[in-house]
């Protein structure tokens, strides 16, 4: 792989390069594009040489050449993201580790506003493929480190702000069908225009396919889902409303341990079923050279789905077999800029949530049931100034959680430096620090965990292991140290590095404990005593040169250590689903004739499960920690675009075709007690229209 690495890179290098277009400072832009905005590292729109903290951001363009078609799949190849597939979802973490599947220690945003689940404080949908259609996004920003300094609770690892597209930038209609391996078809229609005082988009997505997985496969599950997102904008309000429905037929996987009745099974709730609406209110009043700006974000969250018992403990109680309301999530956001004093850029901000559980209590513990939803608030403040003109900028953040029913209060800080020699290197480094606490899952979850049902009516249905609360669960804290550079070498090529320290506290991990019979074991949450070092770092090289030719290759590599100390069941912190490195490559090419090409490669080093699952996989037999093989998924897309334009834009009719896993890996990410075996290679086609 490592070679492979080197062959492309080299030969990207020795690409001719004329009258190529002077850069921004830094980084090289891929396809020539402008400057890259982000948002999500200040929560102030400003240049990506000018942010703070370690940002990459996926383009519109990117996207639309890339051979990823979910938003997992194009993190995948972000230098220091980890994306693995569990059962359930794809999990995504940033320069961290752990075992928890929810993606529950990253922010995720849309639209600069947050996204994570009230239930389990990750990614909202679950089971899910995706986090928000590829096609209407307009960039993804992933800041790696802290950001709790401005948005609180998740911002543990990092940040991840999915922008979408407006009515003015799509300004006309297109149209995708998509079709290939895995029973896969899906239809995505949108259109966007510009009005008087603002602009309007609609876009919707039906989508019908099967997980990439062996344990779905054998199934015979099939996933169905639509998206319905609209976006409107009237002056300097923006309002939007994202709908997501899917279903996902059951499992059901015979066992044939000894031991065990004939007939004995896991089995889900037969339909697997789940709605999520968000509704959002942005305002932002900056006229060119105010003094005292306004903005705000308000959005309602509401979700409407199967219990996590629905595939754990169907059997247990018959409405876990049933949707149920899962409550609602109501964040308000308020934010005043002051650009009062020279070269001060000050923001200041109240936030306020209220989260409610809805039916999700009957799943949790009773001691949970005191609490069927309750109220955060924060304050914070961030000054962005002039340290020396044109040379230095600083970053100063804190903010303030206030204690809430559940939590004490929390202080966040951050302190940041930009340094700009010259107009081709940004240097900057930094402190912060964040925190997550503990979601209701994590607290209060009692249901059955492995439930063994029985298909021949010999014996009822009965937990193997079953969930234990833990209502003393304190928040999770880390700490990190960062430095970084960008240098753009010359006009076509540049080179980034970022290095960076963090310490970890209070980490949450399960703790599985083993009863004599007839008694089922358990598992449950618990802060591990001991404290946890990452220290690692990120490279990588962009090039833009002329003649179509673009790419980008990076490299990751963390290394982790531990403290003394050890949970109740006597296990030392476990550093897992962590790879000591990680390589990617991207190459984009065209077009040629009309034609271009894409080759995306993203290679992950050996790591480890915990502990415990090495023995649930081997049936309770064998514990021996194995890491797993490092491995490749390598992905391409060939589009054709007709030799003709319709539409209002002029474009012409493109016909792409993607080979996903082309080196038919089939590996296991992720290991449970089920066969998470990864599909190997895979063929898909794609029509596109503008209209």
Known sequence: MKKLSAVILLVSLNVYAQDAP??????????????LKVEAATKTEIPISNAPSAVTVISAKQIRESGA???PDLLRLVAGVNVRWNPMVQTVDVRGFGENPFSNRILLLIDGVPYNSGDTGGFPLSPAFDFFPVQTIKRIEVVRGPGSSLYGENAYWGVINIVTLSGEDLAGGEGQVYAGSRSTSSVTAQYGTRLTKGDILGSVRVMRSEFPMEFWRESDSKYKASDLFLKGTYGNVIASYYRHDDSLDGFHEVIAEPGLPPGSAFKSAEDIEQTIDIVTLKYHRAPENARVTFSGDFSYSHRDGMHCAGCHAAQQEPHFAKRADHGYQAIADLRVGLKLLRNHDFLVGVEGRRLDRGDH?????PSGAVVNGYEKFAVYAQDQFTVIPQKLRAVLGLRYDAKSDLFDAKTSPRIALVYTPNDRLVVRGGYSSAFRFPNFSELYQNSWFLTL???LGIAPAFPLVVFRENAAL???????IEAGAEWQISPTVSAKADLYRSRVKNFLVIVPALAPPPAPASIGFENHPAEGTITGGEVELRANFAGGVTGFVNWAHQTSSRGSGRDSGGQVLEIVYAPENKVNVGAYVGPFSNVRGALEVAWRGEYVAPQFQYLVASGFTDPTIRPFDSYALVNARVSYDLPFEVGPRNRPIRISVFGNNLLDEQVKETLIGVDTTLTGRQVFAQVEVNF
């Open 22 to 35: 002077q850069q921004r400072i830094g980084e090289v832009t891929l396809f020539g594009e402008q400057e």
């Open 69 to 71: 078609r979910a938003v």
């Open 361 to 365: 209590q009957e799943e949790l513990a």
């Open 453 to 455: 049902s029985n298909d």
């Open 474 to 480: 304190r928040p999770e804290e880390v700490r990190t």
